[in-house]
């Protein structure tokens, strides 16, 4: 059954495949990079579109055997490329617009206006399709060439009034540079959250050491160690710690593990392992010496 989001998306596609076709024919005829420009930043968004509806798809795929935590990550690796192209999008067009700096052609205004203004209307429709599902960073990447690519259209319709009413060509280079910078700031701004994830860093907002803080705090545990946070998936955090408590049975143990995950839920930390180590084992306690009474029967 394909989710609200997926329609979403299949939505944007369709508007954004009719703004494609629409600013290649318009800026051919019209002898405008800024609109061709404007144009590639469109088909990378057709690319980037068509890449989270599959991530998105298959990211709801049930966890099994072959991926245990699920496949929420196939978002994360969508954004990745959807940065990288952004990122080649931008160095193409600071290299066409370097050589319009050097020799600006004559561009058809009127053309170039008509069709960069129907550009922004598609794109403000597309961005309304997108909004409220920044939680997701596979649509936010998606979401972010969409209103970069709004904003672009608002430069092209800029530098097209500046040259039909001064005659001064060099607006649409620098047009195209403009749009270069959105783009190349919008895709280094996924690559780098798509990286945190990958790298398993500590996700943003949470202090580990004020969680140790916080676990710590409870009287029947004596210490923490060995705590390890980072993030699934946006939205999907985990943590595993070693909680330091005194020789018990195991139903007051399972207690205490139940409240500091509760504690933990409240703080954002859904997807927990918390393992139990006995303080007596270091005074030679009933637990140890089971243990150790255990390792040398075996041994025989």
């Not at 066409?96 to 700096?101: G, L």
């Not at 916080?214 to 009287?219: M, N, Q, R, S, T």
């Amino acid at each position: 059954m394909v989710s609200h989001v997926e329609k979403r998306l299949l939505w944007a596609i369709g508007v954004t495949l009719l703004i494609l076709v629409g600013e290649v024919i318009g800026g051919l005829l019209s002898n405008s990079l800024a609109l061709l420009s404007d144009a590639g930043h469109v088909l990378t968004d057709t690319l980037a579109l068509s890449l989270s509806l599959i991530a998105s798809i298959i990211t709801h795929r049930p966890a099994g055997r072959t991926a245990t935590y699920g496949y929420h990550r196939m978002g994360v690796l969508a954004a990745s490329i959807n940065g990288v192209i952004l990122v080649g999008v931008a160095l193409f067009i600071f290299i066409e617009a370097y050589q319009r700096f050097i020799s600006p052609p004559a561009v058809e205004t009127s053309l170039m206006l008509v069709i960069a203004s129907i550009g922004l209307a598609g794109n403000l429709v597309m961005a309304w399709f997108l909004k409220g599902e920044h939680h997701d960073l596979n649509i936010k990447s998606a979401w972010l060439h969409v209103v970069s690519d709004t904003i672009s259209s608002v430069g092209v319709i800029i530098a097209g009034l500046v040259i039909l009413y001064t005659g001064w060509r060099i607006a649409d280079p620098i047009a195209s540079l403009v749009v270069g910078v959105l783009v190349i700031a919008g895709g280094i701004r996924v690559l780098r959250e798509a990286l945190h994830i990958f790298l398993e860093l500590t996700p943003r907002g949470f202090d580990i050491e004020g969680i140790s803080r916080e676990i710590a705090g409870f009287p029947e545990i004596l210490g923490v160690h060995d705590v390890h946070i980072w993030t699934i998936a946006p939205g999907v955090t985990a943590l595993t710690a070693h909680l330091w408590v005194h020789d018990q049975g195991l139903g007051s143990a399972d207690g205490l593990r139940e409240k500091v995950e509760h504690k933990l839920a409240h703080l954002g930390i859904k997807h927990t392992v918390l393992q139990m180590e006995c303080a007596e084992c270091y005074n030679g306690g009933l637990y140890c010496q089971i243990q150790t009474g255990m390792s040398s029967t075996h041994e025989h």
